[in-house]
């Protein structure tokens, strides 16, 4: 079956340093990759997503994420985390029949 | 505009009442999406309405009815639900081509007693 993986249920890094979230995923043919965050009671904000092309992409709030065939990997990257960035972060999958799958989370928080 | 909005924010029902969730989007998305969520778990799919035709139901039971009555209005009707049923259901839209990225509304919190 198709997927994606988060395998850290929660990354802790202090202000100021970089940050990495993971994603792998297990998606046949080419894959349409996203990354979301939500913020406490709130519904998801889209951030990046990866179609075709450029291996690294860039997204909102300073973020981006590279894509590595090889690997399986979309990790998600910012070079200064910031202590508002604590949130619960889901990578996504599109299955090309409108199913968008999601992840089950990593929760980042930021220390000052 | 590039909202999806979401009404009621929250909503406190018992076992035996009917209410609705609202949701409405004005970008000419055409497919629309109810998701639930239960906390520190990720949203799970529902329903998809894709040009106001329902084209994924994942199984859900039949206390919760979808309705698209137009393309910028979703609804989703709820009867007789359980306590477990308690979460926040999200809707969300998209232009309908699978590369194109999901907009969000803020949510209902829904609890049922």
């Known amino acids: 079956a198709q997927s994606v993986a988060q395998p850290e249920d929660q990354v802790n890094v202090a202000e100021g340093n970089p940050l990495t979230v993971k994603c792998t995923y297990s998606?046949?043919?080419?894959?349409?990759l996203f990354w979301y965050v939500q913020y406490p009671n709130r519904g998801l904000q889209f951030l990046l997503k990866?179609?075709?092309?450029?291996?690294l992409v860039k997204g909102s709030y300073g973020f981006e994420a590279e894509f590595n065939k090889s690997q399986t990997s979309f990790h998600l990257k910012k070079p200064s985390a910031l202590v508002s960035d604590s949130a619960l972060y889901f990578c996504?999958?599109?299955?090309?029949?409108?199913?968008?799958?999601f992840g089950t989370g990593t929760r980042l928080l930021v220390s000052p | 505009d590039t909202e999806v909005t979401q009404t009621p924010k929250h909503l406190v029902m018992g076992m035996t009442n009917k209410k609705s969730l609202k949701c409405e989007q004005h970008?000419?998305?055409?497919?629309m999406y109810w998701y639930k969520q239960k906390a520190k778990k990720p949203p799970e799919l529902m329903f998809v309405?894709?040009?106001?035709?329902?084209?994924i139901n994942e199984s859900v039971p039949s206390r919760f009815s979808p309705e698209c009555p137009n393309s910028s209005l979703l609804n989703l009707h709820l009867h007789a639900l359980q306590p477990e049923d308690s979460a926040l259901y999200l809707c969300?839209?998209?232009?309908?081509?699978?590369?194109?990225?999901?907009?969000f509304g803020q949510g209902t919190r829904l609890t049922v007693v």
């Open positions: 969300a839209s998209r232009p309908g081509q699978p590369n194109t990225e999901a907009f």
């Open positions: 970008m000419g998305h055409r497919a």
């Open positions: 996504a999958f599109n299955t090309g029949f409108q199913k968008l799958v």
């Open positions: 990866y179609i075709t092309g450029d291996n």
């Open positions: 309405y894709s040009y106001e035709k329902l084209s």
């Open positions: 998606v046949s043919g080419n894959p349409y």
